[in-house]
């Protein structure tokens, strides 16, 4: 399953938590940038985290209240997202590129839905 499985989305008030996971198998992962993006309905994709060369990046819609972490040995990207608000009600995928054709291309999940109720 070189694809990666999202999981952790669900249904939440307005100021509560969730804890997206992002699990990949097999060894063609490559690069050094895996990443959290989400989509609205009605809107286009856009950027929420990355964790570049070991750094964490937020997008400042979230930052200060969601927290990216990797656990390579499991081959794991979570997201913790705190303090939910409405807005960021969406469908999360992870990003964990891979090789393919001898490249080092996007890969993406299926996504887990986020919804937050005011």
């Known amino acids: 399953q070189v694809q990666p499985v999202e999981s952790g989305g669900g249904s939440v008030q307005a100021g509560g938590s969730l804890r997206l996971s992002c699990v990949v198998s097999?060894?063609?992962?490559?690069?050094?940038?895996v990443s959290w993006y989400r989509q609205a309905p009605g809107k286009e994709r856009e950027f929420v985290s990355s964790?570049?060369?070991?750094?964490?990046y937020y997008a400042d819609s979230v930052k200060g209240r969601f927290t990216i972490s990797q656990d390579n040995a499991r081959n794991r990207l979570d997201l913790q997202l705190t303090s939910l608000q409405p807005e960021d009600t969406a469908m999360y995928y992870c990003?964990?590129?891979?090789?393919?054709?001898?490249?080092?291309?996007?890969?993406w999940g299926q996504g887990t839905q986020v919804t937050v109720s005011s």
């Open positions: 990003n964990i590129p891979k090789i393919t054709d001898g490249r080092c291309s996007d890969n």
């Open positions: 097999g060894d063609r992962r490559c690069g050094s940038r």
């Open positions: 964790i570049i060369g070991g750094r964490p």
